[in-house]
């Protein structure tokens, strides 16, 4: 009999075209298209019985490495499923950096779900890292609308090879691993190729030296200082501005010294040192290359209550203070941190507010970057910078752990009704627990209370903070609070947030308890 | 293929309609009526042939739809569902060879109807069914082919088509090695009958319809089976809560074949039903894999490969990283339509 192609072909041309193919025994049918019907028909059957399985051309896919860690309990897995479905899932980031904290890892048959989550939200990228496993990684690299997961954590998703034939972002995710065990063969690792990187490609490898950075960098930033590329160049000097022990930091102390000068003054009678401030007169090609550019970003901001721009002069103060060794001020007062940050001060035509502020910002920039707890701590406690309260949020997280609770609980009772108060508990990490909750449920308190509607925005601002970061063990008095507020006022606002918020504290108890190591 | 919805809305469609009913004269007034209805469709089947199926690719849907209103007309049923699903034929690849392939077998379809009286009985109730006349249920049940076991739901699909689901589940006897298929009905959006989850083990009788595949649930044991004994937390804690905690056995992966099994056993039913297109599949120890063009398929132990048609293989490549799984599934002509999983540590997964 012919071949089922044969037949295939006289089909789509038709039989009143073609002639069909022979067939094998003699059709009863005279007709030619239900001749060709019948020969198909056995054909067709022939095929499907004789269906053999392929041998050839077919590759299994590369095996996922092993994984380390155990997968999820039962019912922690049973909530992701119904987080990723939709319920609560403002909790996903907790859930999952619980779930890593714990040494679990998600189940395999939840990420597809949990990378598809992470393609559309960008916040959720690193939580997804390291809670995903390796399987996770060997997944996003089979497919591309999940490759931002390849290099995001440790995992660089392959071997030393990655870095001869990986992705930007694998290099960067190998580099990074390798600072951790040995940054000067990262170092070196580095160098042998740093000429032949395109520019983007050498400030996303020169990133990681953040990780284990020491003064063995210094001699590798310092000529990057001279590189092509000026995010390079930027990058270098901001490195070498953690470093109070370079040549850098000495260039960025002496132009500082120049700037700031201890001066007694006698004011009612007392004798007291004041600190007088000459910001720099004018910019020039080394400061530029340590980092300080002519405008640097913020200097057409507002300055604040004396109205106009910071102005480029006092940007500069400002930059030169944030890249200064914290001890050049010790060390030129032969004071204390907690007494330098409570020195008076004023410019040279006596005006103190501007002058003071540009060095108090200045010097919390730098307690920031040098992750410097004495500074951090006496510029929090100092009351300076009041009308700052970023930087200052900025500062607790220089703090040692057992200290941050009660600083943060202070800045928020001094901000505590100002407009500012979302911004500064915005930038205070969670979870908030004793003295720091305290605080935010008095807060909350205080904002349901007033029905106004510009209290009520607030306290929906202030929700959705509490919603990821209180501690869940203030769920009760959460409770209680809507509870009063939903007696006077059914349906309202207030009670209505502070309900949800209840029950979203009430989920994530019971998320933690689950995830518990 | 599609079976007549009997059990619609629970009221099966007339115990006269499978011509053994008490009058003759209207069981022989519909026979007639489908006797005409498929001389109808034959000779629309031989136009198309003779016009050529090129015009396929391109004719409006209406084609297939005219068609398939006859056979409605004609009390053709469930050949009328399958004419209409043809419609979507031309739109997929490789197209020309499946839809002569269906028009073929609708024609011996056709003529095996119309020598009915010299086929065994057997074949001759495949042949009714797959036109459309529908077997009551307490036939079956009387009457049929009675097996008990422990069965292992092993998947389970649902398709709308016009206005009702059909839910497919799909079974394997853990002793018997049996196959079955259980239908149930309901209108589009209507809860389906939810008593058989993917993963379970049931201890029950089935009774067989006269094709030895479709089953009814004739009895069901209130006990269900022996639980495989737990080692320790892991697999058969996370496997056991897809199962639900109500169904035994858990994770407990189904008996299953080789690639070359599979397609034995697909030979063997077609022998005996020449237009089965859907056979449940169990297969061991098999890997995902991709040929040149990437395309998915399942690669058993001894290297033999089948192609997998799902619009989603994330689930498949996640669960097995790789590695070897129990994976059932619909085997069609044009691939293995994977349904579910069975990994030692993730339990079983719906695909």
Redesign the interface.
């Known amino acids: 009999m012919s071949t089922?192609p044969e037949?295939?072909s006289a089909?789509?041309?038709?039989?009143?075209?073609r002639r069909p193919p022979p067939g094998e025994t003699p059709s009863g049918d005279r007709?030619?298209?239900?001749r060709?019907?019948?020969q198909?028909?056995v054909?067709?059957?022939r095929?499907?019985?004789?269906?053999?399985?392929?041998?050839d051309?077919?590759?299994?896919?590369?095996?996922?490495p092993d994984e380390e860690l155990?997968?999820v309990?039962?019912a922690a897995?049973?909530r992701l499923t119904r987080i990723l479905a939709g319920e609560q899932v403002t909790v996903l980031p907790e859930w999952l950096d619980a779930a890593a904290r714990g040494g679990w890892r998600v189940?395999?048959?939840l990420?597809?779900d949990l990378l598809e989550k992470g393609r559309g939200d960008r916040m959720l990228r690193p939580a997804i890292a390291r809670a995903a496993g390796h399987?996770g990684v060997?997944?996003a690299l089979?497919?591309t609308d999940w490759a931002y997961l390849v290099g995001a954590g440790d995992d660089p998703g392959g071997g030393d090879e990655v870095w001869e034939t990986g992705t930007r972002q694998q290099r960067v995710a190998f580099l990074t691993r390798l600072r951790g065990s040995d940054p000067a063969g990262a170092r070196e690792t580095l160098g042998t190729v740093w000429a032949k990187e395109a520019a983007p490609d050498r400030a996303a490898f020169l990133a990681t030296f953040a990780r284990g950075l020491s003064m063995d960098d210094e001699d590798f930033l310092e000529s990057a200082l001279e590189d092509r590329g000026k995010d390079v160049r930027q990058l270098a000097s901001d490195l070498l501005a953690r470093l109070p022990d370079s040549a850098y930091g000495r260039r960025m102390a002496s132009r500082a010294r120049a700037c700031l000068h201890a001066e007694f003054r006698t004011v009612r009678e007392r004798r007291q040192m004041w600190v007088v401030v000459e910001p720099p007169e004018t910019h020039d090609g080394d400061l530029e290359r340590d980092g300080v550019p002519f405008h640097p970003s913020g200097s057409f901001a507002p300055a604040g209550a004396g109205g106009g721009p910071v102005g480029t002069r006092a940007a500069w103060l400002r930059e030169i203070l944030a890249r200064t060794p914290l001890a050049t001020w010790t060390d030129l007062f032969s004071l204390p941190p907690m007494e330098v940050v409570c020195l008076p001060i004023s410019d040279a035509a006596g005006d103190s507010g501007r002058a003071a502020r540009d060095v108090h910002i200045g010097w919390a920039r730098a307690a920031l970057r040098q992750r410097d707890p004495a500074w951090a701590r006496a510029l929090l406690k100092g009351g300076v910078v009041v009308d700052e309260p970023d930087a200052l949020a900025d500062l607790l997280t220089v703090l040692p752990d057992d200290e941050r609770e009660g600083a943060a609980a202070g800045l928020i009772r001094w901000v505590a009704g100002g407009p500012e108060l979302p911004r500064v508990l915005e930038r205070v990490p969670g979870p908030w627990t004793g003295e720091l909750a305290d605080a935010v449920v008095a807060t909350l308190s205080n904002a349901a209370d007033r029905q106004t509607h510009r209290h009520e925005h607030t306290l929906a601002q202030l929700c959705r903070l509490a919603d990821r970061r209180l501690s869940p063990a203030f769920a009760p008095r959460v409770h209680g609070l809507a509870g009063r507020h939903l007696a006077a006022d059914p349906g309202g606002v207030a009670g209505t947030v502070l309900t949800d918020l209840t029950e979203t504290l009430r989920f994530r108890a019971e998320m933690l308890k689950e995830l518990h190591p | 293929m599609s079976y007549p919805a009997d059990r619609f809305d629970g009221v099966s469609e007339g115990s006269n309609a499978g011509g053994r009913g008490r009058d003759p004269k209207t069981a022989e007034r519909r026979e007639r009526r489908v006797g005409d209805g498929l001389a109808e469709l034959d000779q629309w089947l031989r136009d198309q042939v003779a016009h050529g199926l090129a015009r396929a690719e391109r004719a409006p849907y209406r084609l297939w739809d005219d068609a398939s209103r006859r056979l409605v007309d004609a009390s053709a049923g469930s050949l009328a569902g399958q004419v209409k699903a043809l419609a979507g034929v031309p739109r997929r690849a490789g197209w020309p060879d499946r839809l002569l392939a269906e028009y073929a077998l609708l024609r011996l379809l056709v003529r095996a109807y119309q020598g009915r009286d010299t086929l065994p009985p057997r074949l001759r109730e495949i042949v009714r069914a797959r036109i459309g006349f529908t077997m009551p249920q307490d036939d079956v049940l009387a009457h049929g082919e009675r097996v008990h076991d422990t069965w292992c739901v092993i998947g389970a699909r649902d398709t709308t088509l016009d206005q009702l689901t059909t839910r497919r589940v799909w079974l394997r006897g853990a002793e018997s090695g049996r196959s079955a298929l259980v239908l149930s009905f309901a209108a589009r959006g209507r809860p389906l009958d939810a008593s058989f989850k993917v993963g379970a083990h049931v201890d029950a009788t089935l009774s067989f319809y006269p094709d030895g595949l479709r089953a009814l649930v004739a009895e069901r044991s209130k006990r269900t089976a022996p639980r495989r004994p737990e080692r320790g937390p892991g697999p058969s804690q996370v496997g056991s809560e897809l199962a639900g905690p109500s169904q035994a056995g858990g994770w407990r992966a189904p008996g299953g074949t080789s690639v070359r099994g599979l397609l034995e056993e697909y030979a063997a039913a077609l022998a005996g039903d020449p237009w089965l297109d859907r056979w449940p599949a169990v297969l061991e120890q098999v890997r995902p894999a991709r040929d040149g063009r990437g395309d998915l398929h399942v690669l058993d132990a001894d290297g033999d490969a089948l192609p997998v048609r799902t619009g989603d293989p994330w689930p498949l490549l996640a669960v097995s990283g790789g590695g070897p799984v129990t994976l059932s599934g619909e085997w069609t002509p044009d691939g293995l339509h994977p349904l579910a999983l069975w990994h030692p540590e993730e339990g079983v997964v719906l695909l």
């Open positions: 089922w037949h295939v089909a789509l041309l038709g039989t009143d075209r007709d030619a298209a239900r060709l019907l019948d198909a028909a054909l067709a059957v095929r499907r019985a004789g269906a053999v399985p392929r041998r051309g077919v590759e299994a896919i590369a095996a996922a155990p997968v309990p039962r897995a049973r189940p395999a048959r990420l597809p399987r060997w997944l089979r497919n």
